[in-house]
Every structure is written in C-alpha cells, then in structure tokens.
C-alpha cells in the first residue's frame, strides 16, 4: 500500500484525520497562499489545495498526498487567519449578525502520477450579533488567532453562532471526512 502524507502542519488537521485510524505522515507544503489579483475564493481554496498536494508531492514521488485549504467568505470578503487580537476583532464585528461561507477544500492526490481528485465542501455559519463584551469574552477564552475568520466551531466559538449548514460538519473544522473517505476508496485506501 502506498504511504499516505497529509500536507498540513495544521494541528485540526492532523487531529480530525487520526480519527479515520490511517498510518498518515504529516509535511509542511510551505507555499505562498496569497491571493492571485481578482481570484475569486472557490478559486483561491482550489489552486492552494492542489498546489499544497502538488508541492509535497515532488518530496514524496510514491504517495497518496490529502491536502486542502479554506477561506471564511463574509459580504464579498475572503477573511484569513487573523494571527493577532486586534486582527481577529476586527474580524469578529465584521462577521456580527451575518452570514459567512467557510469554503473548504480537499483535494487527493497520487504523486506517481500527478492524477487528483478535487471536492469544494461549503459551509454556512449564521453568527450571532456580537457585543463587544462578547467578542473580549470569546478572545480571552479562544483565541482562534490561527483560524480563518477568528472562529473556530469545536470549542467555544459555537456559542458565536445560530446556525450551521453543511453536509460534512468535520468540513469547517478544515477536513471533510466524510468526503475524504469517499475520495481515498476512489485510489484504493479502505478506511473501514
């Protein structure tokens, strides 16, 4: 069986995919993720999730590579990962009472071929109108610095929301499972 590389050094990542029970290697892709002048975020979460495969691919040339990406879509705007507090709430009373798209995604690639399969999983997060209060609450007990659009939905950032829409909930945590599985029997990895 070929080896399996996750090209992520995300720790949600690596977390969600030690469910599947897989022997997976993990390896930075290390890649600009700026986006391309005009790119719109489908588009953006795409190229970078086969550039990531794509990338790890060349220093593993007989492996299954999983790589993805995601970008929080809010009112026509990509927000990234803040990095910082002012950052993140700036991002919070962005989001406040709206609708953000969590784009995710997955692509699966053979490195001896250079052959992969790609999937889009969105999801959509209805936010709550946030009080500043609320905002310095949640930062002080989650700073979600590292996560796009400062929210992360497996912790405390769920009492931010009013509603969750998607068909793969592991998709906002930033790998589709149910999708993953699909896509690795397509290469012949058997999950169960």
Known sequence: MKKIVLASSSPYRQELLRRLHLDVETCSPDIDETPLPEEK??????????????????RHPDAII???????????VILGKPGDKKTAVEQLRFISGAAVVFETGLCVLQSDTGEYKYRLVPTKVQFRELSEEMIE?????????NCAG??????????LTTSIQNDDPTAL???????????LETVGVKVI
């Open 150 to 159: 400062s929210f992360k939905s497996e912790g405390y950032g769920i009492s």
């Open 173 to 183: 945590i930033g790998l589709p499972l149910i999708h993953l599985t699909q896509m």
């Open 66 to 76: 999983i790589s993805g990406d995601q970008v929080a879509v809010c009112k026509g």
């Open 137 to 145: 609450n949640y930062i002080e007990k989650e700073p979600a610095f």
């Open 41 to 58: 975020p489908t588009s953006l979460v795409e190229r970078l999730s086969i550039e990531k495969g794509q990338a790890i691919a060349s």
